[in-house]
């Protein structure tokens, strides 16, 4: 898990990238948005910072099946925020209404640690937290489907849209996508 300084320049590009924008099943509307796209930011400036080619697709015909394209592989960063930094028995998820057409190589999660306070105003977050990476294939094999409605038994959360969840202690860390991408 890496932890990484929420800069303004980080915050101000996801603000504008996000601005008017919310995706058909979002929970959280724009700001779900903002989420996302912080992530997004954040995982393409670290992976550019190995000396990664990181190719955007989010303005694609195929922008719902990868975020970027990096050494040729298809990436897809999936983000959560927390009031509190994350702890390895935490959950990854990736939507169910995702999944059929969303196949990347690669996953790479990410938390961003958000000031608890009732609004939710991007600058009231902290840190991002990468926390590591999977593939599609491993999320299939090791994840548990929590259908929505249904209550996640691990930790008691009330699931508000079907997904597959994954502990953040069984991802790998973000350094084995770098060796392996570099080696491409």
């Known amino acids: ?88 028995f935490y959950e990854c998820s990736v939507p169910l209404y995702n999944h059929s057409h969303q196949k990347p190589d690669w996953f790479i999660f990410l938390s961003l640690h958000r000031i608890d306070t009732p609004y939710m105003d991007d600058s009231w977050y902290e840190d991002a937290y990468i926390l590591g990476m999977t593939t599609y294939d491993f999320i299939e094999k090791e994840g548990i489907t929590v259908m929505k409605g249904e209550v996640d038994e691990s930790n008691g959360w009330m699931c508000k849209e079907s997904c597959i969840n994954l502990p953040i202690g069984k991802l790998s860390g973000v350094e084995q996508l770098i060796l392996e991408l570099n080696s491409i």
Do not use: H, W
Request: proline content about 2%; charged content about 35%.
């Open 1 to 88: 898990m890496k932890k990484i300084k929420l800069s303004d320049e980080v915050l101000s590009k996801a603000k504008e990238y996000s601005k008017g924008k919310t995706y058909k099943r979002s929970m959280r509307g724009e700001q779900g948005t903002n989420v996302g796209a912080i992530g997004e930011y954040v995982a393409k400036d670290y992976l550019e910072g190995f000396g990664l080619a990181v190719s955007d697709n989010r303005g694609t015909e195929t922008a719902t099946q990868y975020d970027f394209l990096v050494n040729g592989k298809s990436v897809e960063v999936k983000t959560k925020d927390r009031t509190v930094p994350p702890k390895s």
